[in-house]
Nanobody
Framework: QVQLVESGGGLVQPGGSLRLSCTVS????????MGWYRQAPGKQRELVAT???????DYTDSVKGRFTISRDNTKNTVYLQMNSLKPEDTAVYYC?????????????WGQGTQVTVSS
């Protein structure tokens, strides 16, 4: 069974930094495309950043230049480095692992970690 466990959330002041981690177990991490999503109260879940199995990255416009997604296949872990945090970054952040299979898409989620940006 594939499991994703996030860590690293917390309370930080505006302008501060946090690094989120997501460790995957139960499968071959390196074959998955990984993503970070977030959901603020009263809003829909939105995609923040992705990194493919080959290492290609993409970001939503609001975090470009501030957030960096990376992966360490030796540790089965994907990271989200968040700098210059703003109050509007406050949300529950979720890790996602996805890969294509035969006639289906394998899609897994973590439990989420709270990030609060406030003075």
């Amino acid at each position: 069974q594939v499991q994703l466990v996030e860590s690293g959330g917390g309370l930080v002041q505006p302008g501060g930094s946090l690094r989120l981690s997501c460790t995957v177990s139960g499968s071959i991490f390196s074959i998955y495309d990984m993503g970070w999503y977030r959901q603020a109260p009263g809003k829909q879940r939105e995609l923040v950043a992705t990194i493919t199995s080959g290492g290609r990255t993409d970001y939503t416009d609001s975090v470009k230049g501030r957030f960096t997604i990376s992966r360490d296949n030796t540790k089965n872990t994907v990271y989200l480095q968040m700098n210059s945090l703003k109050p509007e970054d406050t949300a529950v952040y979720y890790c996602n692992a996805q890969r294509d299979g035969y006639r289906k898409v394998y899609d897994y989620w973590g439990q989420g970690t709270q990030v609060t940006v406030s003075s």
